[in-house]
């Protein structure tokens, strides 16, 4: 077997076994999203940035199968580092929103179409999750008003996942009309 048979057998074996890793991991997110119910937008989100890492690891993977240096990839390797470690760490950086969206879309009860309160003593915010993007939630509120949060934001917050019936109550909780009530009776 010459060298060019030997770097394309490499590569289809390479090829056929990352595949096969994506199909699993695929399987897995798919399960996991089924499970906790979230949006079909989640899943197709989360499916296109599996398939970035993968397109990645596989273009990195073959550059060493052909036979670049591996200054120059440790060189690639060191710069995407130093990309994630701002991505993770750059509080109002572009890359941090896009890894807050990841914990968002990974471990947030939050659905688009549900009602949330952001707690929140400067700023309290209460409505209806339009969309989740990579970079911003869309909350539309009672007045029919959609806000736009950063990521970093809405990961940050508490909120409070409410029922549309809270949601759209105008009127005090039944504990102050019970209250209200009772002082009448006792001034009479």
Known sequence: ??????????STILLVVLLLVRYAVSKLIVKRYLRANFDITRKQITIKIL?????????????????????EIIAGIGSILTILGVAFFAQWSL??????????????????GDYVE???KDFPMAGRVENITLFFLHLRNKDNHVYT???????????????????FEENPTEDEDDGDANRSQIED
């Open 95 to 112: 890359l941090s929103n896009i890894t807050s969206g990841l914990i968002l879309f990974f471990n947030h009860p939050l659905k688009i």
């Open 149 to 167: 949060l950063a990521n970093t934001i809405v990961a940050q917050k508490t909120m409070r996942i409410m029922k549309p019936e809270e949601f």
């Open 51 to 71: 398939n970035i890492i993968f397109f990645v690891v596989l273009g990195f993977s073959l550059a060493m199968i052909w036979g670049l240096d591996g200054n």
């Open 118 to 120: 952001i707690v929140d």
């Open 1 to 10: 077997m010459n060298f060019i048979e030997l770097k394309i057998l490499e």
